[in-house]
């Protein structure tokens, strides 16, 4: 069946980088595109930006622009998502959902980042 | 962009219907018909049941619907059941390959 799975719960320190992943499996993997949303405990979704795994063109949201990396391995079906100079208001489940004519029919189970000194 | 502006809470007994409101601007929901709306129970990944404007995913309820009228969007669900209590997300597309969700409504079956 068509399904995302993210890689598992990650914490980090102020500072540093986080990079999670998002294996497809069950589709043609360049033939959509993936977006990354995120959710703060508590908090609604927010679009960070999306990646074609076809041309590997990228979109980020403006309020992570410079600190943010979308790659995708077309030969593994993976699509990574890298956040960098984490800070504590970072900390959300990151999720990846396929993005086709920009609304998400799936969805990753969720990654929870922890950023914590 | 700004998030889209949902109301924060609603709720409904069974066998009711309830509109949930989202209002952005002519620079996505009144420019473009790419708006969804996405269902989320707690702990649990967000559910597609609306998209471009007022179509339905195959799986989902007839009792699910979506509608638009200038800068705000509306999904309506009919028939209220027990386990349509969760939050909802609107999201519209804002131009230059951007996304923009509304801040989220919970539900409430009373």
């Known amino acids: 069946q068509v399904q995302l799975v993210q890689s598992g719960a990650e914490v980090e320190k102020p500072g540093a980088s986080v990079k999670v992943s998002c294996k497809a499996s069950?589709?043609?993997?360049?033939?959509?595109?993936v977006s990354w949303v995120r959710q703060a405990p508590g908090q609604g979704l927010e679009w960070m930006g999306r990646i074609s795994p076809y041309k590997g063109n990228t979109k980020y949201a403006q309020k992570f622009q410079g600190r943010v990396s979308m790659t995708t391995d077309t030969s593994t079906s993976t699509a990574y998502l890298e956040l960098g100079s984490l800070r504590s208001d970072d900390t959300a489940v990151y999720y990846c959902?396929?993005?086709?004519?920009?609304?998400?029919?799936?969805w990753g189970q969720g990654t929870l980042v922890t950023v914590s000194s | 962009q700004s998030a889209l502006t949902q109301p924060a809470s609603m709720s409904g007994s069974p066998g009711q219907s309830i509109s949930i409101s989202c209002t952005g601007t002519s620079s996505d929901v009144g420019h473009y018909n790419l708006v969804s709306w996405y269902q989320q129970h707690p702990g649990e990944a967000p559910k597609l049941v609306i998209y471009?404007?007022?179509q339905r995913p195959s799986g989902v309820s007839s009792r699910f619907s979506g509608s638009k009228s200038g800068t705000t969007a509306s999904l309506t669900i009919s028939g209220l059941q027990a386990e349509d209590e969760a939050y909802y997300y609107c999201?519209?597309?804002?131009?230059?390959?951007?996304?923009?969700f509304g801040g989220g409504t919970k539900l409430t079956v009373l």
């Open positions: 069950g589709y043609t993997f360049s033939s959509y595109d």
């Open positions: 471009e404007v007022s």
């Open positions: 999201c519209s597309y804002a131009g230059s390959g951007t996304l923009v």
């Open positions: 959902a396929r993005d086709y004519g920009y609304s998400f029919g799936i």
